[in-house]
């Protein structure tokens, strides 16, 4: 069942990157919704600590192919990157993960709105860094917030429709290490 699930996430990777390329821009600053974040950390809070890893290298090479840039003939950016940050976001949700017992919507949406912020900041600064200069102002400020808190917002709709999918696990792990404290 496991297998089936991270194959259905591997699917649904290519198509959270067309649907927010299909999407509008929005107003003022054409800021882009971003999906692939968001199907991103529920799949690391999700899958177990290996296919985690695995599926944060899936949305790493979708994410750098997408971004791949030639400027003069060099790429701006590249795999590299991309597969550092993933790796480290799911190492991070994984961890996060076993300290709340599992998945939960409210660490999905946090998860998901700081993945989003952060790789819209390391994308603008490695940019920056090849380019020479920093160039912040309100319309950056703009397009790094609405869609870090879109993501924030939309985290608890994919939450929903995909939570029934989640294989439940074996391992007891609440009778095993149950919580110094009652929620």
């Given at each position: ?67 791949l840039q030639f400027q003069s003939g060099h790429a701006e950016g590249g795999l590299a990157p991309a597969i550092l940050f993933f790796f480290g976001w799911?190492?991070v949700l994984q961890m996060s993960g076993e300290v709340t017992h599992g998945l939960r919507w409210e660490l999905h949406a946090l998860g998901s709105f ?70």
């Amino acid at each position: 069942m496991r297998i089936l699930f991270l194959i259905l996430l591997l699917c649904l990777l290519p198509v959270a990157v067309v649907i927010q390329d299909l999407l509008p821009a929005l107003p003022p600053s054409q800021e882009r919704i971003q999906l692939l974040p968001v199907l991103f950390c529920f799949g690391a809070l999700a899958l177990p600590f290996i296919p985690a890893l695995f599926f944060a290298l899936a949305t790493a090479l979708i994410q750098g192919l997408v971004l791949l840039q030639f400027q003069s003939g060099h790429a701006e950016g590249g795999l590299a990157p991309a597969i550092l940050f993933f790796f480290g976001w799911a190492i991070v949700l994984q961890m996060s993960g076993e300290v709340t017992h599992g998945l939960r919507w409210e660490l999905h949406a946090l998860g998901s709105f700081l993945v989003t912020i952060t790789m819209l900041g390391g994308e603008f600064l490695m940019i920056c860094a090849k380019r020479g200069g920093l160039p912040v102002d309100m319309t950056l400020l703009t397009r790094l917030a609405v869609p870090s808190g879109l993501s924030l917002l939309l985290a608890p709709l994919l939450y929903l429709l995909l939570r029934s999918l989640v294989p439940i696990s074996s391992e007891g792990t609440l009778t095993k290490n149950p919580a110094p404290f009652d929620l």
